[in-house]
């Protein structure tokens, strides 16, 4: 199941913060196809937001194909983002880790390490659509699969 996180100071729509933290999780395999998300009723009574704002975020999910509703049934994912790079036991993941490790132990904060992380991954890949780093405002998630 699938924890959302809603940063109300991130300057992100609300709605955005859960698209992006289900593309997070599909795509660190943390969520995989036929995996259910949560219901509204559910992401309601965790977060304290609107009704519609789940809703609006599942609809453009389901609408990028990333999942999709069954009448009755509930939300289920459809296809994954995961690439094998990104999972969980990778070597690059493993890398990551350490220079987060290191960055935190030459006393960058999480703010600072993601601002390198940001114009790092600008510099190697362009810039993302919006100019800002897709990740930066998604917190972490839990998922099953």
């Known amino acids: 199941m699938v924890e959302f996180r809603i940063d109300r100071r991130s300057g992100v729509a609300t709605y955005l913060q859960i698209v ?7 795509r660190l395999g ?3 196809p036929g995996d259910k998300l949560p219901t ?10 609107n009704p519609n704002t789940v809703l609006k975020a599942y609809r453009e999910l389901d609408r990028e194909g990333l999942v999709e509703g069954r009448p009755g049934l509930g939300t289920f994912v459809r296809r994954s983002l995961a690439r094998p790079g990104a999972s969980a036991g990778s070597p690059l ?3 990551l880790a350490a220079w987060a490790e290191h960055a935190r132990a030459a006393g960058l904060d999480r703010e600072d390490a993601a601002a390198l992380v940001s114009a790092v991954l ?12 897709e990740g930066r405002a998604a917190q972490p998630v839990k998922g099953t699969g």
Do not use: D, S, Y
């Open 20 to 26: 992006q933290q289900v593309k997070q999780a599909l």
């Open 30 to 32: 943390l969520l995989a």
């Open 40 to 49: 509204a009723r559910e992401v309601v009574a965790a977060t304290a937001i």
């Open 93 to 95: 993941r493993a890398e």
């Open 122 to 133: 600008e510099e190697t890949f362009g810039e993302t659509p919006g100019g800002a780093f």
